[in-house]
């Protein structure tokens, strides 16, 4: 099984719509990061938790929310989908400690909005 | 992001070194990265490099970093086709703060 899952791997919706794209992680790790990836672009951050009860907002969290249900657990919800939310949704996952560098990524959403 | 940016394609032939290159704005990055994103998949991590280094190298990798310019490459040695992706430069300021990344080199690998 990965280590960071992202479910489902892609979504069609129609605009207004509310969808909840979801991530679970069995990394043990604490922290936890939703971004969206548009082509030239690159990887924009949405929102971060850094444990269960510390939700941030990134740099482009309007049109998003986010719970973070467990440790494991980080779900990332559209409350009414619009087209220019068409992109590649990744989640990711960091430890705090001194031995682990860098994030490890789901395999992504690829969400469209129509 | 804005902070982290790179150029967008690059053409190298089979056999012959890439040089992938990247600059960042954000003078207290301690923290950098390179990743790979093949097609339809996540963004793995392919080596990383701390600020107080000037030079990684590992295996058909070689990082080079110039602080004072905030100029970060990657080069890759022998190229081959299963290195045709998209590479991404970040940084972070720890460990483990929120990355910011650079747009995406997508390199392609000509026979």
């Known amino acids: 099984d990965a280590d960071v899952t992202q479910t489902p791997r892609n979504r069609i919706t129609k605009t207004g719509k509310r969808i909840m794209l979801e991530c679970s992680q069995t990394?043990?790790?604490?922290?936890m990061y939703w971004y969206r990836q548009d082509p030239g672009l690159g990887l924009r951050l949405i929102y971060y938790?850094?444990?269960?009860?510390?939700?941030n907002k990134g740099e482009i969290s309007d049109g998003y929310s986010v719970s973070r249900q467990a440790q494991a657990k980080f779900s990332l919800s559209l409350e009414s989908a619009i087209p220019n939310q068409t992109a590649l949704y990744f989640c990711?996952?960091?430890?705090?400690?001194?031995?682990?560098?860098?994030?490890?990524f789901g395999s992504g959403t690829r969400l469209t909005v129509v | 992001g804005e902070d982290v940016e790179q150029s967008l394609f690059l053409s190298v032939r089979e056999g012959d070194s890439s040089v992938i290159n990247c600059t960042y704005t954000?003078?207290?990055?301690?923290?950098l990265y390179w990743y790979k994103q093949e097609p339809g998949a996540g963004l793995q991590l392919l080596t990383y490099?701390?600020?107080?280094?000037d030079m990684k190298q590992d295996q058909r990798l070689t990082v080079l970093l110039n602080k004072k310019d905030k100029h970060l490459s990657l080069r890759i040695a022998d190229t081959q086709t299963g290195d045709s992706a998209i590479y991404f430069c970040?940084?972070?300021?720890?460990?483990?703060?929120?990355?910011?990344f650079g747009a995406g080199t997508t390199v392609t690998v000509r026979a």
């Open positions: 990711a996952t960091s430890d705090r400690t001194g031995d682990n560098y860098g994030y490890t």
């Open positions: 990394k043990g790790h604490d922290r």
């Open positions: 938790s850094f444990d269960v009860k510390d939700i």
């Open positions: 954000d003078s207290s990055s301690t923290y």
């Open positions: 490099i701390f600020s107080n280094m």
């Open positions: 970040a940084e972070s300021p720890s460990n483990d703060y929120k990355l910011s």
